[in-house]
């Protein structure tokens, strides 16, 4: 019996979250945390050997409804913390995509596999941006929605009313500490939260333009490899992220302790709880302030892999 295995990383925000769900630019870059699956056919739907309703994983329930619904065991083995802000969610649809389609025999193109877990965490979420789930296919870094030349051109992906050009960055050699608070949280209602501000506030609307605007200038400055300009536009990107009101006093606290050690401090991914990153060259500091404030550090290396499928008979 053939059994498929995958693996795809989770990912970090640089600058752009929530913006980007407006079709406003953003970067991620892959991380080198993995979250690990494989798949094999099983006569009832499985997760780590327990018999499962497929409906209370919509993720898997979405992918499977696209590889005619045959029951399979799928062995699960995550090193990306739910609910931290990671891509832990995305990793998961895109591995689970990429073992369910070479286990139907179908395309492992990535740009194929990058639409379906965006359409994957769609379902689940009911709003979003491919961002995480592009990251976490392509690995190393992504932008999305700014200029680039046509060869590093990714694909597109549109949504209702957006639409988002995703492209391969090149990442200079940079050092960032992710700071994970411990507390998880939800994207979808930070998503929701954000969008109902912004369509009954003409201020938060305008900050999500801000947003776009600081990506947009962010982006030239890691293509010149300038991380004193880099770190003050995160923490800017961070200010306004803390007006839209998804940052927490957990988060805060992070940030602000981080600061003298590094070049600037964000949080990153959805909020509300999740992790931060900092972009330094004191990581050793930086790592033992945060533990001293509460926070769970790691020293993250870029240029990390996308996703990748293995099999064995």
Known sequence: MTEIFASAPGKFV???????????????????????LSVKRDDDFKINNEIVDIR????????????????VSVHMDSKIPTGSGLGS??????????????????SLDESEIAKEAFEAEYFTQGRGSPMDTSASVHGHGIALNVQNDAADTLWNITKNEHSWDVSRI???????????????????????KVRKYKDGNRFASDIVDEIG???????????????????????????????LGV?????????????????????????????????TDRPEQVCEVMRSHGGFPFVVKTGVEGVKVSSIN
């Open 170 to 192: 090149d990442v200079p050699a940079m050092t960032f500490v992710i700071g994970y608070t411990g507390t998880r949280a939800a994207t979808g209602p930070l998503v929701e």
């Open 14 to 36: 640089i600058l752009g979250e929530h913006a980007v769900v407006y079709g406003k630019p953003a970067i991620a870059l892959a991380i080198n945390r993995r979250f690990h």
């Open 213 to 243: 605007q600081i990506t947009l200038e962010g982006m030239e400055a890691l293509k010149a490899n300038d991380v004193v300009r880099l770190g003050d536009l995160m923490t800017k990107d961070h200010k306004l992220l803390s007006i």
């Open 56 to 71: 209370s994983s919509p993720h898997l329930r979405y992918i499977s409804s696209n590889n005619d619904m045959l029951p």
């Open 89 to 106: 969610s995305a990793a998961l649809s895109v591995a689970f995509s990429a073992a369910m389609r070479a286990l139907n025999g179908k």
């Open 247 to 279: 940052s927490t006093n957990e988060l805060n606290k992070l940030v602000n302790a981080s600061l003298p050690y590094s070049y600037g401090a964000k949080l990153t991914g959805s909020g509300g709880g999740g992790s931060m990153v900092v972009l």
